[in-house]
């Protein structure tokens, strides 16, 4: 329908309100940021890590809202110029955080720059900001932020301090913070109405918690997954699902109504399958049925969401390789998109390959259905597809 090339780099996977599409870029400029002398005295902020992509450019953080209709840009605000002090993985980028909107305000999260709220014309209204994350190994960046009721919180999993904080969601003001301690993460909180109360659930590698939305104040834990835990939780049905997938398998089935305390060997654990699940894709959970890919691999598994018995697993999907985008389903179908193919499959029971489509692009972000439309977002353009 159309094509749009958007400026800078950018992994984060848009999000759509009404007729506008919000999209979050790093571009850099060519104006140099701090001396090699400088630089020198920030290594220990995890400069001399892995990770080869580094920066010494100041980057714009932009924040772009496109017609979803036409693919016109209809406003671009820079919300902050700065050089990344970080590094990020060679198949990162220093905008991979996703955006976040309750339909009245629109949170867009950069890290280590900080989380803006904006109205919907583009202007900010307020920013927080918690300082420099030192990542495990300069992986870089990628957890979202959370919005529920009149709180947006924010989980800050790194090597230093970890912690999480929720503020009001007009205001920017603290209305808690929590440390937490945790290494490096990536999943988004999610955020749960359980018995009546609000709940804010975190996955990661030393403990699964749950908050209490208004107070901060820990609800249950269970164990923790493996390390660099990327994948969000899903929830459907009073069951809430949690996986990852580096240097390990995990994935825990939790009855929430009986979640309370600790909860690792209790009857809230309904059912685990630890075996081919996802390092960062995010799993997908439809019409009772969790589709995951196996690692960063092409490989599909389908699992009953009530009892965890498979109805297939490690199916490869033919012309898929390493993928790092999450599934995304709408009216029965699977969409996937890769490193130069996006390919639809059949959800159910079982495996159906429906069409696989070649595009000259590399899809990090992941699908975006809307309606009729299909919304990719690649390392070169934004396309809309559309039914004839």
């Known amino acids: 329908k159309w094509k749009l090339d958007i400026p800078g780099k950018g992994h984060a996977t848009p999000i759509v309100w009404g007729d506008q599409m919000i999209i979050l870029t790093a571009v850099a400029t060519d104006i140099k940021g701090k001396t090699e002398e400088e630089d020198t005295e920030e290594e220990g902020m995890g400069r001399r ?3 080869p992509n580094q920066t010494d450019l100041i980057h714009e953080y932009r924040v772009i809202s496109v017609n979803k209709n036409t693919g016109d840009i209809q ?8 050089m990344p002090l970080e590094r990020t993985h060679k198949l ?17 999260y950069f890290g280590s720059r900080g989380l803006f709220c904006l109205d919907f014309e583009g202007k900010i209204l307020w920013k927080q900001d918690w300082g420099q994350m030192e990542k495990v190994m300069s992986f870089g960046e990628g957890s979202s932020p959370a919005v529920y009721g009149d709180i947006v919180v924010v989980v800050w999993d790194h090597e230093g301090q970890s912690l999480i904080s929720a503020m ?17 993460s990536w999943s988004t909180p999610l955020i749960l109405d359980v018995n ?9 590698t030393n403990k699964i918690r749950s908050y209490d939305l208004e107070t901060g104040d820990i609800v249950w834990e269970s164990t923790g997954m493996t390390r660099n835990v990327i994948p969000n939780p899903v929830y459907a049905d009073g069951i809430l699902y949690l996986m990852s ?7 825990q089935a939790i009855d929430l109504a009986k979640a309370e305390g600790d909860i690792t060997d209790s009857e809230a654990m309904l059912w685990q399958y630890n075996q081919d699940t996802p390092y960062t894709p995010c799993p997908l959970l439809m019409d009772g049925k969790l589709y995951f890919l196996r690692n960063n691999n092409g490989f599909l598994s389908c699992l009953d969401a009530k009892t965890g018995d498979p109805h297939y697993s490690k ?51 992941s699908p975006v259905i809307i309606g009729n439309d ?15």
């Open 374 to 388: 299909l919304f990719l977002r690649g390392f070169k353009s934004l396309y809309c597809f559309t039914e004839k």
């Open 245 to 251: 997938g580096y240097r390990g398998t995990a994935l």
């Open 92 to 108: 990162g980028s220093w905008a991979s955080n996703s955006p976040v909107t309750d339909g009245e305000l629109i949170y867009a």
């Open 196 to 204: 009546g109360k609000a709940q804010v659930i975190t996955s990661a």
């Open 315 to 365: 199916v490869k999907i033919e012309g898929i390789g390493n993928l790092y985008s999450s599934p995304t389903g709408a009216d029965g179908k699977i969409y996937i998109a890769a490193d130069g193919i996006v390919v639809v499959i059949r959800a159910g029971e079982q495996y159906e390959l429906l069409s696989s489509t070649n595009l000259d692009d590399t899809f990090h972000a």
């Open 168 to 184: 009001d969601k007009k205001t920017g003001e603290e209305i808690w913070i929590k440390d937490r301690e945790e290494r490096s």
């Open 49 to 51: 890590a892995m990770s």
């Open 75 to 82: 406003w671009e605000t820079t919300v902050i110029e700065e």
